[in-house]
T-cell receptor, first 114, second 114 residues
């Protein structure tokens, strides 16, 4: 059990560019979550997968955001045409079906949009 | 609307003193309750959880919390804090129903002074 892994840890981009983040969940965890955390706030839910199916999406997830989990293992979160307001920490969590659905978080990817 | 409230944005306390971090949530038929800790530039680490059973739950690093259904609270306590406990603490709730997402409070910075 190596924990939830997120890459990259930091990303600096210019406004208008596309960025993609990757999350590798704990092995055998079939649920995967994405959250966004801005300075001074708690994490806010973005989306959730069970295996490869995206079962819930927040209204925060605008059309510029897309998430995938093609084989039910790792997941990617892409932001198109980044805006300065997208600057935040993007957190990934995974959980095992049953057993209280306890979510374990990765270290996050910090995005800075210049 | 479902919400989680952490009224104290910052709690200063001297080393070896007791501390209580407050968390209240909007009323719901069923809830699953969590406390997470976040150290600077890191992800969230699970401190403790309430899923069912005894209302007093113990977690890592000497922390404990008590679920009070009538007051819709889940306050976090530690009898004697250390400098190393300085961090941001987040209360999170999974409200029963079709959703699996966590709703977080805005966090409380525990600042332990020597």
């Amino acid at each position: 059990d190596t924990g939830v892994s997120q890459n990259p840890r930091h990303k600096i981009t210019k406004r208008g560019q596309n960025v993609t983040f990757r999350c590798d969940p704990i092995s055998e965890h079939n649920r995967l979550y994405w959250y966004r955390q801005t300075l001074g706030q708690g994490p806010e839910f973005l989306t959730y997968f069970q295996n490869e199916a995206q079962l819930e999406k927040s209204r925060l997830l605008s059309d510029r955001f897309s998430a995938e989990r093609p084989k039910g293992s790792f997941s990617t979160l892409e932001i198109q045409r980044t805006e300065q307001g997208d600057s935040a920490m993007y957190l990934c969590a995974s959980a095992k079906l049953g057993g209280g659905d306890i979510q374990y978080f990765g270290a996050g990817t910090r995005l800075s949009v210049l | 609307a479902q919400s989680v409230t952490q009224l104290d944005s910052q709690v200063p306390v001297f080393e070896e003193a007791p501390v209580e971090l407050r968390c209240n949530y909007s009323s719901s038929v069923s809830v699953y309750l969590f406390w997470y800790v976040q150290y600077p530039n890191q992800g969230l680490q699970l401190l403790l959880k309430y899923l069912s059973g005894s209302t007093l739950v113990k977690g890592i690093n000497g922390f404990e919390a008590e679920f009070n259904k009538s007051q819709t609270s889940f306050h976090l306590r530690k009898p004697s804090v250390h400098i190393s406990d300085t961090a941001e603490y987040f209360c999170a709730v999974r409200f029963g129903g079709a959703t699996n997402k966590l709703i977080f409070g805005t966090g409380t910075l525990l600042a332990v002074q020597p």
